[in-house]
């Protein structure tokens, strides 16, 4: 099950420089599958007795949701990765087990990632609230547009300033791990074992009702709903273990760069190609110092290693980002239909990117310049954000115009190269 193979990474002080934490994940997707970056204010909800439209299903709305800012395949409601306007960062995984997937629709993994960010003011609580959806609703649905019908069970990778948690998934059973320091990563395999600190009431039960613990050695929660042996799990050669070392590489001196070249890097896999491969990605800073704004950087384009992470940072009044927000259609009930008509669902900079690869692809000394280009434009904006956190000083009207005008300056890179 190596499809939509995507890594979520976390590395807290005092892994880290500055007393900083840091949140990183690639999404793995379909390599045609569009990805935009969208924001969503701030909102408080009257009529209670209206119901929220996820991708498949209704679900009771709440009275007020967060502002926030999200990654997400453009042709459904949810989201791969985001953050909100308190610091809460959550990206989820596939993962599959013993719990066999459902095929009713439900809630997907990547609606419990939006409506974790929307109501949810810290990571526990949103732990809190993506557990008490999962009991309600449940998980379940095609999480792919089209012809290819693809379902899983999910984990999750949540953060906040202060803390981490990692939620991992069987059907509607669960088990939570608390991370408050070093290096913590999921990938496609449940890795939560015997350091169990939430878990579902019913859990261990269940697992001894169908034969896989004998309710006598110490329970652990991969072994018993995985096929897992969780023994070697930190000795194979897969993604997971892959991405911990890298983690573990740069221990105690771990900066949102260096989360970046993680991303980026490609022997490891934790940078995919091929029919499945990295269409976005994302990386956060969460300062433990309340007094500093929490960055977020995204890619908005398929692999890192040829794309820009560009800044976002919630303010008041954030101008809408229009070059990363796909088109929207009238029948959004494609998805209902499952239509196996996928519409052009490419966005203003996922079209000049795809067009400035295709021009470059065969002509190298122009690959050359236009990634020392995007470089250039890179480091520009890490010197920029590095100042504010150093500084303590936000330019509130520079702010709100920030990842738009980031994303036109990746444009006119893109542009130059296209047209000379």
Known sequence: MEPFSCDTFVALPPATVDNRII????????????????????????????????TYIEIDQVPETYAVVLSRPA????????????????GNEAVWGREEVCDEEALLGMDLVRLGLERADTAEKALNVIVDLLEKYGQGGNCTE?????????????????????????????????VQEGVRNISNQLSITTKIDREHPDMRNYAKRKGWWDGKKEFDFAAAYSYLDTAKMMTSSGRYCEGYKLLKKHKGNITFETMMEILRDKP?????????????????ILPQDSSLPCIHFFTGTPDPERSVFKPFIFVPHISQLLDTSSPTFELEDLVKKKSHVKPDRRHPLYQKHQQALEVVHNNE??????????????????????SILQNKHLDVEKIVNLFPQCTKDEIQIYQSNVSS
């Open 75 to 90: 042709w459904l409601w949810g989201a791969e990765m985001g953050a909100n306007e308190h610091g809460v960062c959550i």
């Open 23 to 54: 949140f990183g994940k690639n999404s793995d997707r379909l390599c045609d599958e569009v990805q935009e970056v969208v924001y969503f204010p701030a909102a408080v909800h009257n009529n209670l007795g209206e119901h929220l439209k996820c």
């Open 365 to 386: 000394e122009k690959a050359k310049i236009m990634l020392d280009n995007m470089r250039k434009l890179e480091k520009e904006l890490f010197r920029e954000m590095e």
């Open 146 to 178: 089209g012809r290819m019908v693809f379902s899983y069970h999910n984990s999750f990778l949540i953060a906040d300033r202060n803390e981490a948690w990692i939620l991992e998934t069987a059907g509607k059973y669960w088990a939570a791990e608390k």
């Open 268 to 284: 490891s896999g934790i940078n995919m190609e091929g029919e499945f491969l990295t269409t976005a990605s994302m990386v956060s």
